[in-house]
Structures are given as C-alpha cells and as structure tokens.
C-alpha cells in the first residue's frame, strides 16, 4: 500500500519514481574553479603543512610529501615566525627558508606564492638559486611593485602590488621570464614576458635550491630582507603555467583551492 506523509507544505510519497522525472543534484559552480595543487602538478607549501614550537619554524612540509621540504636557510636568525595569517617576516632579519634541489636541469617552471605586506616592502620573496652557478632568479616585492628577474640584471619584469593579500607568479622557460600578480579571488589576466637570454637559460642547468623569504645560504644584504606574511608557496617544477590560457586556467584552480584550504587555528 502506497502510504502519504505531509510536513507543513511538503508532501511526501513512498512510491518509486520512473528515473526520467528524477531531478540529478546540481553540481556546485566552485567546485569547476578549485582544484588540489598537487592534482594540478604543483609542490604545494601550505600553512597547515608549517612545522613549528612556539611560532619558532623548524620546517615547511610540501603537502602530500611531494617535493623537498623547506628549513631554515644557514644564516637563518629565527626571526620569521608563525601566526594565524602565515609565515611572518621581520624587515632586514634573516627568517629565510630552503629546499635543497627543488629543481634540476629546469627548463620551465612557475614559482606562485600568496603573500600580504602592509607597507609594500616584501623584499625577497621566492628564488630559485643554482648551485653551480653565480646568477639566480628571483620574485620579490619592492617600492610597491612585484618584481622578477635574474640576480645579473639581463632580465627585469615589474607590476604594481594589488592591495591586500595578493599571488605573485614568476614563470620561466629556456630563458625567458613571464609575471603575474593579482589579489585572492581574481586571476592572472595580466601577464608580463621578457625576452629570451641563453646567459640565463644556461645558468638554470643542474640543480636549483628554492629559497622562500631570502636569496640564498650567505648572510647576505638586510635591504633584501622584507616585511610580509606568507600564507602558500607552490612551486611547478617543469611546467610555465603563464605561457598560455590552459596553463593560467591550472594556476587559477590551485589558487582558488589554496585559498579556500582549512587553516589551523
């Protein structure tokens, strides 16, 4: 016996329905905009994966255990710290960290890190720092401009800072740069290139150290030590994702995700 229940306007009946006028769940816009880093070919350091005692970092886990794992840099002061917000650091005070062969023999890859400077002033954000050689690549923020280039100045892209928390991207392949920078929720529409170097092309050969808040392992200039909080750092070891819409398309689903990712308190 086919039996009825009504709960104020809503009728219910406990009879099987002929699938044609089932209604399938619709499925949620978002989920099409988000995407894991790692199922998009990214190392992802996120603030979940930060290892630490008492603030005071020991280590930067990339999730899911793919890709090396970021330690304080040897000239490393103690002086990032971590908050509720990301990884914290001090104007002219080494809190740098470092992943020993992040890359090998790279002809493309992309460096994207979620960062916030209330003055403008990140300094040394990402670099990717070969260990056989004197030049290097690096992102940084500086006068109220995101920039990346190499340490020999053959080549140098800059773009305004968005205001608040924002993604800067530096990509690179066979010797070309390409940056992006945009605010959380919105994508990378503009997209800066420079001109090809061999000089740079064959400084990148061998393995790389990535570098996250400093340039390298020496004491180095306090000028190149900013102000900032990093929240995510992902790194794609063979792909340029700002080189065409199918790249920018993948970066832009990790972003979301990133943002969108569970903090621990």
């Known amino acids: 016996m086919q039996e009825v229940f009504r709960d104020g306007d809503t009728l219910y009946l406990d009879i099987d329905l002929p699938s044609a006028v089932l209604l399938d769940e619709q499925p949620d816009p978002a ?8 199922e998009c070919g990214a190392v992802w350091y996120s603030q979940s994966t930060v290892s630490h005692n008492d603030g005071v970092i020991s280590e930067w886990l990339p999730q899911e255990g793919l890709g090396q794992t970021l330690t304080p840099a040897k000239p490393h002061a103690g ?16 809190g740098g960290l470092a992943a020993q062969d992040a890359l090998v023999d790279a002809h493309s890859f992309t460096i994207a890190v979620r960062v916030h400077s209330d003055i403008g002033e990140g ?3 990402a670099t990717l720092n070969p260990d ?18 190499d340490q020999s100045d053959r080549l140098q892209l800059s773009l305004p800072s968005p205001k608040g928390p924002y993604w800067a991207v530096g990509s690179y392949h066979l010797g070309r740069l390409a940056l992006s920078c945009f605010s959380e929720g919105q994508t990378p ?9 061999m000089d740079v092309a064959a400084s990148m050969l061998g393995a790389s150290t990535l570098f996250v808040g400093c340039r390298s392992h020496r004491k180095g200039i306090v ?31 990790a972003c979301r995700y990133a943002e969108h990712a569970e903090t621990p308190e």
């Open 132 to 149: 056989d050689h004197k030049n290097y690549l690096y992102l940084y923020e500086k006068d109220g401009k995101v920039g990346f280039a």
């Open 223 to 253: 000028k190149t030590l900013g102000q900032s909080v990093m929240s995510d750092v992902m790194l794609w070891i063979d792909r340029d994702c700002l080189d065409d819409t199918e790249g920018r398309e993948t970066l832009n689903q």
């Open 31 to 38: 989920d099409d905009s988000r995407r894991h880093p790692n």
């Open 189 to 197: 529409e503009t997209v800066i290139t420079s001109e090809s170097s």
């Open 79 to 94: 002086a990032s710290q971590y908050t509720r917000d990301g990884i914290g650091f001090v104007m002219g005070e080494n």
């Open 123 to 125: 300094r040394s954000l």
